[in-house]
Antibody, heavy 117, light 107 residues
Framework: EVQLVESGGGLVKPGGSLRLSCAASGFTFSSYSMNWVRQAPGKGLEWVSSISSSSSYIYYADSVKGRFTISRDNAKNSLYLQMNSLRAEDTAVYYC??????????WGQGTLVTVSS | DIQMTQSPSSLSASVGDRVTITCRASQGIRNDLGWYQQKPGKAPKRLIYAASSLQSGVPSRFSGSGSGTEFTLTISSLQPEDFATYYCLQHNSYGLTFGGGTKVEIK
């Protein structure tokens, strides 16, 4: 069974940092590009960042560029999102998701990040 | 970046109704589009991939059509469990972009 399990969310002050993790199982993690997607309270879905299977290609939304860093460790079947200089508008549920490839599409349950003083 | 314009933003419908939701891309995306259903407190669940292919396990009352810039999700006969918010997602090019969402409510 494919599983994506996020962790690392929590309450952080503006300007602070947080590192999210996503543990993957049940599929060949190293073969798939991966994404982070977020959803602010009561709002729609927003793509945050993507990383290719070998980390050769990395993309960021303009809203997080220069502050967030996506990475992965294929040996540990894990995806990460390092979030620095956090702002109130970064408050959201953060989802780890496989990049859509034909019928393959999986999401984690999400982890809540709250940026507040 | 490619913009995805989804309409309507909300709709009220009754059980048994036929419902249609549309997404328009700001430039051609071939058929690199999926439709997702999201219920409160849950992760999105994909219903349709490649614009018109039904995800395994999804009821056949859901269907998708379109290519290029115009896409449609149709629910042929709305069921109680279909009341949710629906999103389109283009993955033709980075950054990926979601439509603004359509909240389907009970009339």
């Amino acid at each position: 069974e494919v599983q994506l399990v996020e962790s690392g969310g929590g309450l952080v002050k503006p300007g602070g940092s947080l590192r999210l993790s996503c543990a993957a199982s049940g599929f060949t993690f190293s073969s798939y590009s991966m994404n982070w997607v977020r959803q602010a309270p009561g709002k729609g879905l927003e793509w945050v960042s993507s990383i290719s299977s070998s980390s050769s290609y990395i993309y960021y939304a303009d809203s997080v560029k220069g502050r967030f860093t996506i990475s992965r460790d294929n040996a540990k079947n894990s995806l990460y999102l390092q979030m620095n200089s956090l702002r109130a508008e970064d408050t959201a549920v953060y989802y780890c998701a496989s990049h859509p490839v034909a019928a393959f599409d999986y999401w984690g349950q999400g982890t809540l990040v709250t940026v507040s003083s | 970046d490619i913009q995805m314009t989804q309409s309507p933003s909300s709709l009220s419908a009754s059980v048994g109704d036929r419902v249609t939701i549309t997404c328009r891309a700001s430039q051609g995306i071939r058929n690199d589009l999926g439709w997702y259903q999201q219920k409160p407190g849950k992760a999105p669940k994909r219903l349709i991939y490649a614009a018109s292919s039904l995800q395994s396990g999804v009821p056949s009352r859901f269907s998708g059509s379109g290519s290029g810039t115009e896409f449609t999700l149709t629910i042929s006969s709305l069921q109680p469990e279909d009341f949710a918010t629906y999103y389109c997602l283009q993955h033709n090019s980075y950054g990926l972009t979601f439509g603004g969402g359509t909240k389907v409510e009970i009339k």
